[in-house]
């Protein structure tokens, strides 16, 4: 039994199949399990990476039927049934693992819409790698902000621009604001409150996977917070000074902004491509693979595929693609790991149903809004929500308790342990525009460039 992923979905189907007496082997590119859904915390400092990401060899360490490989899954030929490795940072791993059944779960990744080259100068908070360099690039504006003598210059490192105002989008622009007010006491030239955090949606209203009244809600929350929200504008171009927003209706707009950050559109992981080829079937536009309702690959039956990756086509023939959520992987994992189950009692395999488990994006520090069996919430109450439900997902007893300790920190002193600025620390000098300044430690891109 190979399962490929130990992301939410991968993980749940693991740990079910785990007591099973099978020979699993979990493949993953990453040697731990990521928290996605606060990673942005990482990337705004109010958590470390070790409290949002847990060793997979840790968590099936009393497992002897379980082998953790650490590789990336470039193929699978589906005939020979066998999985092809690549091996990830320098280690070593296999050519291939052979397998009866298959799980695949390897989730999405953000989409720049074709314009891949963006993601130099916006990241995104997807990885961990991703987070950390976003942490860097809002601290070292702040400090090149700190040094800046021109006013425009300092406030194009004021502008922070963050592209999607979906829950990630909306949660970051919130802690941005945050942080802009948390600093004001740590710089002496600058206000570090007078940053500008522009959230930018293509939609006409955010949070569009919420009932509207929440939206409006999830607005003025923004607002509050000193967000300025623009709906109804794409980005048609950017750098590593400016934004360039196009407009339906409307003239183009360039914001002077040296930090962007991307929170919009996800494109499922090439495997669905892969495995879609070797099927001879095909993906849809956002890169999703379809499969049957018991969510095995068409003609396939002993390959089963979850989560980000998928979507699902119903007997009658239309096929819907479930909300990129946690909880539908999680679901669909728990599915796949009984579908094994039936599959090895010689039992044919069931549907897969989804239980809509609801909505939840923070805003802030206290408040958010949530939607649960049409139920809707707001303020502190849906924040309360939002913290229970987060602290009963994430992995790990540690982990639980360093999480609401930091949280618990944040809330009375206002505080951010993780305010760090990491990476290559080669001094080199920045152009200001006018004098050049010795600034601290400047992005990686713009030390390459001005090596140049
Ligand atoms: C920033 C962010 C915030 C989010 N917030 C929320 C939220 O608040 N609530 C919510 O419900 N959902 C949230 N989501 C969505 C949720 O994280 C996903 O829906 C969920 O992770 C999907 O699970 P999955 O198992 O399909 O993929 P993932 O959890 O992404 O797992 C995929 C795994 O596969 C591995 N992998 C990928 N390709 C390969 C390969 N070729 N070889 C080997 N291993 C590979 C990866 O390393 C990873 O461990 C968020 C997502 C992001 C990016």
Redesign the pocket.
Known sequence: MVI???????LQAARKLARQSVDLTL????NF??F??L??QVATGALSPAEVAYPLRHVFRRNGNVKIVL????DVLLDARKVMLRPVAGERAPAFVAYDTLIV????RYSYFGHDRWQHDAEN??TLEGALSIRRRILEAFEAAELEPDAQQRASWLAFVIVGAG??GVEMAGQIAEIARDLRADFRSVDSSSARILLIEAGDRVLAAFPPSLSAKTLRSLSRLGVTTMLDRTVAGLDDRSVTLARANGPSERIAARTVIWAAGVVA?D?AGVLAERAELSVDRAGRVEVLEDLSLPGHPEVLV????IRVRWPDGTSTALP??????MQQGRHAARSVRRQLRGRSLRPFRYRDEGN?ATLGRTSAVAEIKNIRLSGLFAWVTWLTVHLLYLIGFENRVLVLIRWAFSFIAHGRGARLITGNLEPTTVDTGSDSLPVAWPRPDSRREHAA
């Open positions: 490929v992923g130990g992301g939410f979905g991968g493949i993953d590119r990453r399990h990521l996605q859904p990673v942005y590789a990336e899954v470039s779960a390897a989730g999405s908070p997807k829950p990630t992981s495997l979850i989560g980000d990756m990129g959520l946690a909880p539908v992987a939840l």
